[in-house]
């Protein structure tokens, strides 16, 4: 059973669903750590609640990235993990990171990558107008949701859709999508997939 860090920054929903999927037996993972770098995030409640532990580090801290990643590194290679999943962390991962877990970090982000990298994506589709949006789960390089992709999964865009409402769809698809995209990587099926279910 591989050991997974997950690096979340914000309420934590996408950490959650690996964790549980992870507890009860749907991805053969030992979710070993929780790593935030925002203190009061309600992602570091869940795992409390879930009786992970939790590394919560503020960059601010730290004299540069380097120094910051090199002390999360410290506590990944402590605990023999294997494989990084961010899950809402935003921030880019750094040239520390990137080297001592090549291959082996993973993203899921709110679009059909390439379109709507960045921040908002879900604010940018409205804005563009566009009809169809999605998922997109992907392994991280040094740019920003630049990777190659891995799996990804359509939203339909309705004509009186809310951020709110999109948001809903989209995180729907993640909960399911991810835990099942993290078992077919953990099995060594790493070519990428159109995901099988979509919303409307």
């Known amino acids: 059973m591989k050991k997974i860090a997950v690096f979340a920054s914000g309420s934590g929903s996408n950490f959650q669903a690996i964790a549980v999927a992870a507890q009860s037996g749907i991805l053969n993972a030992d979710i070993s750590l929780l790593v935030c ?3 009061g995030a309600f992602a570091v409640d869940r ?8 590394l ?11 120094a910051y990643e090199a002390e999360i590194l410290q506590r990944l290679i402590s605990l023999d993990v294997e494989m990084i999943v961010l899950a ?16 082996k970090i993973v993203n899921i982000h709110p679009s059909l990558l390439p379109a709507f990298p960045g921040k908002d994506a879900i604010g940018q589709a409205l804005a563009a107008g566009v009809e169809t949006t999605g998922v997109t789960i992907h392994f991280v390089d040094e740019g920003m949701d ?6 990804s999964a359509e ?5 009186s ?22 078992e077919e990587l953990l099995n060594g099926e790493e070519e990428a997939v159109q995901w099988e279910k979509s919303v409307h």
Do not use: F
């Not at 939203?155 to 004509?159: C, G, L, S, T």
């Open 56 to 66: 919560v580090i503020s960059p601010k801290s730290y004299p540069s990235k380097a």
């Open 155 to 159: 939203v339909k865009i309705d004509a």
């Open 37 to 39: 770098d925002k203190p």
């Open 88 to 103: 809402g962390y935003m921030r880019l991962i750094g040239p520390t990171l990137l080297e001592a877990y090549e291959g």
């Open 47 to 54: 795992a409390e609640m879930l009786r992970i532990p939790v």
């Open 146 to 151: 630049t990777g190659p992709i891995i799996a």
């Open 161 to 182: 859709e809310t951020m709110e409402s999109l948001q809903k769809k989209i995180q729907r698809i993640e909960h399911s999508m991810y835990p099942d995209v993290l």
